[in-house]
């Protein structure tokens, strides 16, 4: 019994001793009728085979549109140097995401950039200190959908 309950697994079927031999067979039923002298067919002209068109890039969905940039600064009060307690200065700006925003009878890309800061004063030490504004995130992640895009989609479904 223990033999039965832990042993190795195997893909051969159990045999029983009701069991009928001739069962097992009622599965191979192609193979065993096949003529094995006979060629594979093979289609040697693939003419009526039509390649898939290729993929819409969303460059090409949001070409003409119109561009609305969004910089997301951070607060006041978090540009503050932690070595120095000088003030952080605006160093650049890093693009995060954009999105397509539906209003009705027009629609517009919306591009969401962040500020990156410095402290001046620690920029040529040891310990510079740099930060980033928080952005938004989105709504579904490597997708152009915005919140009022998907709610015009669910809202005409």
């Not at 067919?41 to 068109?53: H, L, Q």
């Not at 160093?91 to 954009?98: A, F, H, L, N």
């Not at 004063?121 to 919140?147: E, G, Q």
């Amino acid at each position: 019994m223990r033999r039965d309950k832990f042993g190795s697994p195997s893909e051969k079927p159990v045999k029983d001793a009701n069991a009928n031999e001739n069962q097992i067979l009622l599965f191979n039923e192609i193979e065993a009728e096949a003529d094995s002298t006979v060629p594979e067919p093979f289609k040697e002209n693939a003419s009526g085979i039509t390649a898939r068109g290729k993929r819409v890039r969303k460059g090409q969905i949001i070409g003409e549109l119109p561009v609305e940039e969004v910089v997301c600064a951070a607060s006041p009060k978090y540009l503050v140097c932690a070595n120095c307690a000088g003030k952080l200065k605006p160093v650049g700006k890093e693009y995060v995401r954009q999105e397509l925003q539906y209003i009705p009878s027009q629609l517009k890309v919306i591009k969401y950039y962040r500020q990156s800061y410095e402290c001046p004063k620690c920029k040529h030490t040891d310990n510079p200190y740099f930060i980033k504004a928080v952005a938004l995130t989105s709504l579904m992640n490597h997708s152009l959908a915005s919140p009022s895009s998907v709610a015009y989609v669910m809202y005409h479904k």
